[in-house]
């Protein structure tokens, strides 16, 4: 997929603030600091699309981007450690979710994990939460490029030994650098062959207005 147009739509705290569902939406969440700006600035290509900040936490909305004017991707604030208070992170877990589960135009979301640490169990936890709730999810290994090939192997075969404790198969997932730009094919491929099945939801009177 050529990526011709990315451009910023909305920010939102409120499902009903979000844009119409009229085109296939995919989101990216992760943990504070997996790389999550970086990562989506290079899939687009536009440099400063996503803002970058070494400050954990910075993305506290949800972030629509018009994508070739035909699909949403959708920046979503991370979930775990960051510096702010307990109540805004309870108000951010409540309308990420109330996104993720009700947003009929989301096909996908994309869970970023930094795949130079040892499994975590807080995505673990997230993972499994989202497979009872019936959320489709891909896994997006991070930073691919700060490991050597050995390293990177090793990590992924841990990865998916501790993942398949529980899972019956591991989730679809990618690798990426946003340094050497891999996995960005793959990943647009995935959503441009997933754009063919969308069916436009049928919108009530006050999404129509």
């Known amino acids: 997929m050529l990526i011709k147009t990315a451009v910023f739509i909305s920010s939102s705290t409120q499902l009903k603030q979000c844009p119409k569902p009229v085109f296939p939406e995919y989101a990216f969440i992760g943990r504070s600091n997996v790389g999550k700006s970086s990562l989506l600035n290079m899939i687009t290509g536009v440099n400063g699309l996503a803002k970058i900040s070494s400050q954990p936490g910075k993305t506290q909305l949800i972030n629509h981007f018009l994508i070739n004017n035909n699909w949403y991707l959708v920046d979503l604030p991370g979930y775990g450690y960051a510096k702010i208070s307990k109540s805004k992170r309870t108000d951010w877990q409540t309308f990420v979710e109330n996104y993720i589960v009700k947003r009929d135009s989301l096909l996908a979301l994309f869970v970023l994990i930094d795949i130079r640490l040892e499994p975590q169990a ?76 969308f069916v436009k939801p049928t919108l009530s009177k006050t999404e129509e207005n």
């Open 122 to 197: 807080i995505d673990l936890a997230y993972f499994e939460n989202l497979s009872i709730k019936g959320i489709p999810f891909v896994i997006v290994f991070t930073k691919s490029d700060k490991l050597t090939k050995n390293e990177l192997a090793k990590n992924l075969a841990n990865y998916k030994r501790v993942m398949l404790e529980k899972w019956e198969d591991m989730p679809q997932s990618f690798v990426t650098s946003s340094i050497t730009k891999t996995g960005r094919d793959e990943i647009l491929k995935l959503i441009n062959e997933t754009n063919k099945l």
